[in-house]
């Protein structure tokens, strides 16, 4: 029999109000959540990667704790600038004329791309990746429906003015903060922070990606889509809608404007904003634009599994700055193995005699995930539930299989094969590795276990299972080929 859906209160973090608040969904029986998704115009890095492992667990607790999860994640694949606001290029023709790719293609490789990577992290899919260019003509019937009211045309384009809405910019403090700074000035705006609703091709351009409109054959104003899709498929007004916190600033502020236009309302088009917060490099912040930027791939070619970087990301609250550095990956690399080896453990044992209750446990994770998504607060309470021997390994196992649905690490069907990531250039001969394993001998004589598991873990990406303990007295085996 299923265990009662979890009884905690969720509260989560409003970037509306600046404030924790009490979920209650508009409708239990269907929360809706809308998720910012990729521009396809390149690979996503993994500062991008951050914000769908938050999202990922928003969807997974929601639906632990009983309520059906409608979950719309779109694809930009028109009318994102090379800027947040009204200067440069679309970033999908832009790619287009640098590679001298159709752009159709460019478009469908990195959708693809993307989900991989997503598939690779353990997220889940959403309900749909609805694509922009699939809803230009409901984009054009939105700005027809708010054009008398609310727009002003210009030689380049339709512009919104942002003064025909009540407290423009409210979500990003532009009045507090000065967040209209980042918006660059375009000529014959009526304000600054007005924006492009649709953008005419210029005299004698030819895009690849361009429609006919009343204000003249040309393309949506990236903002346009997200109020459109999602208005199509959640409603005009939802329960929550996430994304980075660079949306704050500029696109969902935007979004906010173009949903109290079309609605005649004050209300916003969803009732919590949510935003996870930066991925940082100190050898500069995470920027596709830069053209050097950290893929999955890239964590993959150097002997790390995806879930490492899932398991690094949990370890942060999600409105936290999180750093990236090797040593962390690799740390997390290490406990990820650690809690595979104990449930393997566990495994090999599940037929004892079952002993104890784990209530306690799932109370604790509960209460820990529904503290806005506390998720640095979870992990102790699945290593302490994993490694509790009052509790009979049928227990423990049964009990994982909350974790494994909240944090989606797989645990329960992960294994160290599975771990056995290559980097993509390693080589090691014997004498290398009778060399590690002299090193790794003298770090655990030393007592420095954190060197002697980064020794075992640079033995293991090469292909060696290090035998600790082997009565045989062999200290490694080469892993066999295809494992």
């Given amino acids: 029999m299923n265990a009662p859906p979890p009884a905690n209160p969720l509260v989560l973090y409003n970037s509306l109000t600046r404030t924790t608040e009490t979920f209650r969904p508009i409708d239990p029986a269907n929360v809706r959540v809308y998720s910012c998704g990729p ?29 059906p999860l409608t979950h719309i994640i779109n694809i930009t694949d028109v009318g994102h600038l090379t800027s947040d606001a009204d200067a440069g290029d679309d970033k999908m023709e832009a790619a287009a004329r640098k590679t001298g790719q159709d752009i159709w293609s460019i478009a469908a490789h990195y959708t693809r791309a993307f989900k991989q990577n997503l598939k690779d992290l353990g997220i889940d899919d959403p309900s749909r990746f609805p694509l922009a260019t699939d809803h230009v003509p409901q984009m054009i019937a939105f700005a027809q ?17 942002v003064t025909t809405v009540p407290d423009y910019g409210r979500l990003a403090r532009h009045h507090d903060d000065e967040g209209e700074g980042r918006i660059d000035p ?19 351009e030819k895009r690849q990606m361009e429609w006919d409109s009343p204000w003249g054959r040309g393309a949506p104003g990236w903002h346009l889509e997200c109020s459109v899709m999602s208005r199509q498929y959640l409603g005009a007004q939802f329960d929550i809608h996430t994304g980075g916190i660079d949306h704050r600033e500029i696109h969902h502020p935007n979004e906010i404007a173009q949903n109290q236009a079309h609605q005649c309302s004050a209300d916003t088009g969803a009732n919590i904003w949510m935003h996870n917060n930066f991925l940082v490099d100190r050898t500069g912040k995470m920027s596709k634009s830069s053209g050097a930027f950290l893929k999955l791939q890239t964590l993959v070619d150097r002997g790390y599994h995806p879930l490492a970087y899932r398991l690094m990301c949990l370890q942060a609250q999600y409105r936290s700055e999180m750093e990236f550095t090797w040593d962390g990956l690799a740390a997390a690399q290490v406990r990820l193995k650690r809690l595979v080896q104990t449930v393997e453990g566990l495994r090999a044992r599940a037929d004892a005699p079952e002993k104890g209750d784990a209530a306690l446990y ?61 980097p993509k250039d390693a080589t090691l001969d014997e004498a290398d590795i009778e060399a590690k394993l002299a090193e790794r001998r003298a770090a ?30 062999w200290d490694w085996k080469p892993v066999a080929p295809g494992i």
């Avoid at 390149?42 to 999202?55: D, E, M, S």
């Fill in 186 to 204: 375009v000529a014959g705006k009526r304000h600054p922070a007005d924006f492009a609703i649709w953008r005419a091709s210029a005299p004698g």
């Fill in 362 to 422: 799932r109370e604790r994770l509960d209460a820990a995930l529904s503290d806005d998504l506390a998720t640095p607060r979870a992990l102790p309470v699945l290593d302490e539930m994993l490694g509790d021997k009052k509790l009979s390994p049928g227990v423990r196992l049964a009990a994982l299989a909350d974790f494994d649905a909240t944090l989606g690490l797989q645990l329960g069907t992960l294994t160290r094969a599975h771990l056995r990531t290559r």
């Fill in 39 to 67: 521009t396809v115009y390149n690979y996503a890095h993994i500062g991008n990667l951050r914000a769908y492992v938050f999202t990922d667990t928003l969807s997974r607790v929601l639906r632990w704790k009983g309520w």
């Fill in 444 to 473: 655990r004589a030393e007592k420095d276990f954190a060197r002697s598991d980064m020794i075992r873990d640079v033995l293991v990406a090469a292909g060696v299972e290090v035998m600790d303990g082997d009565p045989l007295g």
């Fill in 145 to 161: 429906a708010i054009e008398a009211r609310h727009c002003y045309r210009l030689p380049d384009g339709l512009y919104f003015d």
